[in-house]
């Protein structure tokens, strides 16, 4: 079944495949899962129908408590209902999810996982909410990249419906949820073939109604509250049969090969890590690259966490497993082990694996980046001398001395793969013309696209730094760009603050947007800048967008003028064709604004790129001078 491929992050994915179950959302915004509800709310008021033939019922409340308590009170008046949250947020809902639990109310609870504020406050990503749910009864199914948030965003909504368990639907907070990816979106016919709908009858039917009614949520005594708690057991062993049984309809649908565990690797590895979330991306990026090279590494990816199926583990892992590394995205201070290394120890204690050598990790607390180097010392850690049984990545732990050293960090990036790094200024429109190229390069050529966005807590006045890749292959790399093709500076005083040209590989281009002459780039550029672009052949230009932008009207918004620039140097489309696409996106992005502000951008995409870009040629409008290598701008042909 061909599917339409759409240039989306991740919460826009779970956005329109929840919509599609869902007669009542209460929300309450909670970064980053905000956009969830922003966009729910968009289509019921655009008039969607849901698979019911019904717009939503999108309903804001005064915290995530009554938002959870709204739930529950929907679902037990017959109407299939969703939220969106995250972190404290979540947490505010959890003695409402035990009484959803309790009483089988089929609810799904969409989280893009972030911290919880410990010592301090991060509203950065890791797993350590989701942890925090593990006891309330909900089934926990996890998505590791924007296309599974889409896929088995479905099979949460179909397996709570039918199996009537709630579902707590996870994915990772910032790295998944604001992912740009290019995806295949599903049609509500094939949501609505695959649904029980005798399984929904049946559930409405059993909603509190003074015509029929029924007992919910009384309080009983010692004499048999165990046994009626107990009384919910076949309904949990049933759950990952029933989501196995989803995931089958949605591979024989559209090809894909889904399962409550997921091993990709050698079939007769010796080393394997057991994960969930963005990290097994990367973990399979750097399988890739390590196993060409003759190494026999593997991985088991964890979607379905609640209930824990230990059979289905044990099935995923090869015969041929040695070593066993289980990495956790959380502290659990105290603990003898992070919460899914112990379920693992537990679920091999007796199995054929109960000798392989164990360790267990720590990675990405905080949305700390995660790279194949890291992953590279993980596999290299679990058979060495001084293996640490207990290890942090990411981080130079000089206090407790677990970190594992980086000793190989190859570039696993697939060859065809054109890696770029933007940095700009918080709310200088850098990002946000970084998004219309994903979706021009995304919706317009068969290329894959991918665009992450770091900010710093500030946002608006912060650090921005854009993370894009194109390529002809799926991109796996859910970690920054740290080996660029194409690295863009919007803002000149960032160049003796942070390493820019560091990340570009031997032969990159480099574009600043300054107002300094060829004199003034000599004295203001910091001497190790000037080192690294003449050591490895750097093409070094520069743009005056700041004079261009002010020429035409636009003052201080120069993000079409350097999105234009970008198009014209990087090559990653037709220049022709990125004009007309930019030229359009800019029309829906300003038209609201106005005829005039639209003309300017597009007279700002013009001025840009009509630049002969070769070397110390100037332009009408646009400074732009194009140099290579030891001979960069005038200043530092002594290099």
């Known amino acids: 079944m061909a599917r339409k491929m759409k240039t989306m992050d991740g919460n826009n994915a779970v956005a329109h495949v929840s919509y599609a179950f869902t007669d009542v959302a209460a929300i309450y915004p909670i970064t980053p899962s905000s956009v969830m509800a922003d966009e729910t709310d968009k289509y019921a008021a655009a008039g969607r129908k849901n698979l019911f033939g019904r717009e939503v019922q999108v309903t804001e409340m005064q915290s995530e408590g009554g938002a959870a308590g709204a739930v529950h009170g929907s679902l037990s008046a017959g109407a299939l209902t969703t939220t969106y949250t995250a972190s404290q947020g979540l947490l505010l809902m959890i003695p409402n999810m035990y009484k959803m639990s309790g009483e089988l109310l089929p609810g799904v609870i969409h989280v893009s996982a972030r911290s919880l504020a410990f010592h301090a406050l991060s509203i950065f990503g890791d797993h350590s909410d989701v942890y925090a749910c593990r006891q309330t009864g909900y089934a926990m199914l996890c998505s590791n990249n924007p296309q599974e ?32 990816q290019k995806i295949e979106t599903w049609d509500y016919e094939d949501l609505a073939d695959m649904l029980d709908w005798d399984a929904v009858d049946a559930f409405r039917r059993r909603s509190l109604n003074p015509e029929h009614p029924v007992l919910h949520g009384s309080a009983q005594n010692p004499d048999i509250f165990f046994q009626t708690r107990e009384a919910c057991n076949k309904f949990y062993d049933a759950v990952p049969g029933i989501v196995e049984e989803y995931m089958d309809k949605v591979n024989a649908k559209i090809g894909t090969n889904y399962k409550p565990f997921n091993y990709y690797g050698a079939p007769d590895a010796d080393k394997v890590i057991i994960a969930m979330g963005s990290v097994c991306d990367t973990i399979e990026e750097t399988i890739d690259y390590m196993n060409a090279a003759g190494k026999k590494w593997g991985v088991v990816e964890v979607h379905l966490y609640r209930p824990f199926s230990a059979e289905r583990l044990i099935a995923a892992i090869p015969d041929t497993a040695k070593y066993i590394s289980v990495i956790d995205r959380t502290k659990e201070p105290g603990s003898i082990g992070e919460p899914l290394y112990l379920d693992v120890v537990a679920s091999l204690a007796d ?48 206090v407790t001395h677990l970190s594992l050293k980086v000793s190989e960090n190859p570039n696993t990036t697939p060859e065809g793969t054109i890696c770029c790094k933007f940095w700009g200024l918080g709310s200088d429109g850098t990002v946000g013309a970084n998004k219309n190229s994903i979706k021009i390069i995304g919706d317009h050529t068969d290329m894959y696209a991918q665009g992450y966005f770091s900010y710093d807590s500030k946002k608006s006045g912060g650090v921005t730094v854009s993370h894009l890749r194109f390529g002809k292959s799926p991109i796996k790399s859910t970690y920054l760009v740290n080996k660029a093709n194409f690295v863009a500076c919007h803002n000149p005083s960032y160049m003796d603050k942070y390493d820019i040209v560091e990340d570009l590989v031997p032969g990159g281009t480099f574009l600043l947007n300054c107002i300094w002459s060829g004199e003034e780039l000599e004295a203001n550029l910091p001497g190790k800048v000037k080192k690294y672009i003449a050591d490895n052949n750097i093409k070094f230009y520069t743009i005056n967008a700041i004079k261009i932008g002010k020429e035409i009207g636009l003052g201080s918004r120069v993000n079409t003028v350097l999105q234009a620039a970008f198009f014209k140097l990087s090559g990653v489309i037709p220049i022709e064709d990125a004009v007309k696409f930019m030229k359009d996106a800019a029309t829906k992005s300003y038209s609201k604004k106005g005829e005039a502000i639209v003309k300017m951008n597009h007279d700002a995409q013009r001025h840009s790129h009509s630049c002969q870009c070769t070397a110390g040629r100037q332009a009408a409008h646009l400074h732009l001078h194009g140099h290579r290598g030891r001979h960069s701008a005038p200043g530092l042909r002594s290099l």
Request: hydrophobic share 40%; glycine share 10%; aromatic share 10%.
């Open 149 to 180: 948030c889409m896929d088995l965003g479905a099979v949460a909504h179909l397996a709570a419906i039918k199996g009537r368990v709630p579902f707590l639907h996870f994915f990772d907070g910032f790295r998944t949820s604001h992912e740009i």
């Open 351 to 398: 199995s054929k694996f109960a000798g392989v050598k164990m360790t267990s990790g720590r990675y990405g607390i905080g949305s700390k980046d995660t790279t194949p180097a890291h992953i590279i010392a993980i596999y290299n850690n679990m058979d060495a001398a001084d293996s640490k049984k207990r290890f942090t990545v990411g981080i130079e732990d000089d």
